[in-house]
């Protein structure tokens, strides 16, 4: 059975707040929102940031945007 991520069960897993993760990728709390709605999406550079916090490899995050949009 495969696990289906959200960005926002991504980020609440590693216990930050959307301020937190913001800071620590250096974009707004707003710009995290939108990225956990679906408004807008990472960077490729943030998509490797995200990553790399979250101890995941980069299409885990790829797969999760992907999947919003579906």
Do not use: H
């Not at 707003?30 to 943030?46: I, K, L």
């Not at 299409?59 to 992907?66: A, E, R, S, Y």
Request: charged residues 25%; aromatic residues 10%.
């Amino acid at each position: 059975m495969s696990m289906t991520f959200s960005l926002r069960a991504l980020r609440v897993n590693q216990g930050y707040s959307q301020l937190e993760l913001s800071k620590k990728l250096g974009v707004s709390q707003t710009t995290v929102s939108a990225w956990e709605r679906g408004d807008a999406e990472p960077s490729s550079r943030n998509i490797y940031k995200l990553a790399k916090l979250y101890a995941v490899e980069p299409t885990v995050i790829f797969d999760t945007l992907f999947k919003q949009k579906t």
